[in-house]
Nanobody, 125 residues
Framework: QLQLVESGGGLVQPGGSLRLSCVAS????????IGWFRQAPGKEREGVSC????????YYADSVQGRFTISRDNAKSTVYLQMNSLKAEDTAVYYC????WGWGVPTIDAEYVYWGRGTQVTVSS
């Protein structure tokens, strides 16, 4: 059974860092795209960063460009989201999602089929 499990969330002060992990089980990352999405209270879910595991294509939302880095470790079936210089507006539940994909990378949540349960990130002093 295909499963995604996020971890690494928590409470951090503004300017701090966190690294989120998304561990995949029941499938290998090859031929999949993995996306990180977030949803803050009262707001719609938005794409944060996505990666095509096969060809390495990445996407970053403008709001996180230069601060967040997505990476993968195929041997560990894990995709990471390194988040630096965190801001209060980064506070949200962060979800990872997966879908089979060819070239490029999907950036819209409707294009993803499998979802984790999310991990809370709170940026506050």
């Amino acid at each position: 059974q295909l499963q995604l499990v996020e971890s690494g969330g928590g409470l951090v002060q503004p300017g701090g860092s966190l690294r989120l992990s998304c561990v995949a089980s029941g499938f290998t990352l090859d031929y999949y795209a993995i996306g990180w999405f977030r949803q803050a209270p009262g707001k719609e879910r938005e794409g944060v960063s996505c990666i095509n595991v096969s060809d390495g294509t990445t996407y970053y939302a403008d709001s996180v460009q230069g601060r967040f880095t997505i990476s993968r470790d195929n041997a560990k079936s894990t995709v990471y989201l390194q988040m630096n210089s965190l801001k209060a507006e980064d506070t949200a539940v962060y979800y990872c999602a997966a879908t089979t994909w060819g070239w490029g990378v999907p950036t819209i949540d409707a294009e993803y089929v499998y979802w984790g349960r999310g991990t809370q990130v709170t940026v506050s002093s």
